[in-house]
T-cell receptor, first 115, second 112 residues
Framework: EAGVTQFPSHSVIEKGQTVTLRCDPI?????LYWYRRVMGKEIKFLLH????????ESGMPNNRFLAERTGGTYSTLKVQPAELEDSGVYFC?????????????FGPGTRLTVL | GDSVTQMEGPVTLSEEAFLTINCTYT??????LFWYVQYPGEGLQLLLK?????DKGSNKGFEATYRKETTSFHLEKGSVQVSDSAVYFC???????????FGSGTKLNVKP
């Protein structure tokens, strides 16, 4: 069974440009999460989808970040316009519904560098 | 608010040494606790978990016990190997919620 995949693995952009990160969860997982690790600090929660609906977006830093989950399958996270402080590693995770929901499976992450 | 504090690294050990990585948490109610590991070039992998007080999670020789009285979930291994070199993250998931709170990670280097 394929795990959580993320694309691209690395992205280097200039300040002010737009970047879109993609996450494909494990097939059948209704829950999808985005997290971010900035400069070797703790991994911070950004938001949580249940199917195509945003369940919790309390961790989104500002309105330059837009997340979508088309048809409850893959998800995209767009940063527009990117700022220097957006650099970091963006992780996506997915989990099943029900009692197994606590076990989140993580992707390899996308390393974003804003110059 | 909920949070996790873990010991800063890097931690450097010789092969077969005993490992302890400290993790303490702040949370209301009864969170679930986790250790995740990130090997070089890979994503986060669940190492072990515990969902209630006094539970012991174990996997691949690693162990951690959910201590509510000390709000701790320290990771231990009796004899580390070079292949254990990785970054270890302690995390909690508040009861009734899905999101995780992570510590800042502890890098472990094991030398032959």
């Amino acid at each position: 069974e394929a795990g959580v995949t993320q694309f691209p693995s690395h992205s280097v952009i200039e300040k002010g440009q737009t970047v879109t990160l993609r996450c494909d969860p494990i097939s059948g997982h209704d829950n999808l999460y985005w997290y971010r690790r900035v400069m070797g600090k703790e991994i911070k929660f950004l938001l949580h989808f249940v199917k195509e609906s945003k369940q919790d977006e309390s961790g989104m830093p500002n309105n330059r970040f837009l997340a979508e989950r088309t048809g409850g399958t893959y998800s995209t996270l767009k940063v527009q316009p990117a700022e220097l402080e957006d650099s970091g590693v963006y992780f996506c995770a997915s989990s099943q519904s029900g009692t197994a929901r606590n076990e989140q499976f993580f992707g390899p992450g996308t390393r974003l560098t804003v110059l | 608010g909920d949070s996790v504090t873990q010991m800063e690294g890097p931690v450097t050990l010789s092969e077969e040494a005993f490992l302890t990585i400290n993790c303490t948490y702040t949370a209301t109610g009864y969170p679930s606790l986790f250790w995740y590991v990130q090997y070089p070039g890979e994503g986060l992998q669940l190492l072990l978990k515990a969902t209630k007080a006094d539970d012991k999670g174990s996997n691949k020789g690693f162990e951690a016990t959910y201590r509510k009285e000390t709000t701790s979930f320290h990771l231990e291994k009796g004899s580390v190997q070079v292949s254990d070199s990785a970054v270890y993250f302690c995390a909690l998931s508040p009861y009734g919620f899905n999101k995780f709170y992570f510590g800042s990670g502890t890098k472990l280097n094991v030398k032959p």
